[in-house]
């Protein structure tokens, strides 16, 4: 059983900045890839951005160069810092831990991003 735990969502002005936490617990040994996804209001769900157990980094062309993704695996734990945030960055934000073969999801946390 694995179990993923987001938080940090919340209402921010644009240009402002969040950061998202997500806590993974129990069997996760073996754990790859983190990935934060999103999806927005009447979109589909599209990834933002990506993580290797090595460190390894994959972004969104739309958030390159204002969200960071880090890794602390001591604490089980990835990051997503969110900087200059758009009113279009607006979404649910869900969290995935890759241990092959299977890919687990948390219950995701919402941002919204007013103009």
């Known amino acids: 059983q694995v179990h993923l735990v987001e938080s940090g969502g919340g209402l921010v002005q644009a240009g402002g900045s969040l950061r998202l936490s997500c806590a993974a617990s129990?069997?996760?040994?073996?754990?790859?890839?983190m990935t934060w996804y999103r999806q927005a209001p009447g979109k589909q769900r599209e990834l933002v951005a990506s993580?290797?157990?090595?460190?390894?980094?994959n972004y969104a062309d739309s958030v390159k160069g204002r969200f960071t993704i880090s890794r602390d695996n001591a604490k089980n734990t990835v990051y997503l810092q969110m900087n200059s945030l758009k009113p279009e960055d607006t979404a649910v934000y869900y969290c995935?831990?890759?241990?092959?073969?299977?890919?687990?999801w948390g219950q995701g946390t919402r941002v919204t991003v007013s103009s």
């Open positions: 995935t831990i890759s241990i092959a073969p299977r890919v687990y």
């Open positions: 129990g069997s996760i040994s073996g754990a790859n890839a």
């Open positions: 993580i290797t157990n090595g460190g390894s980094t």
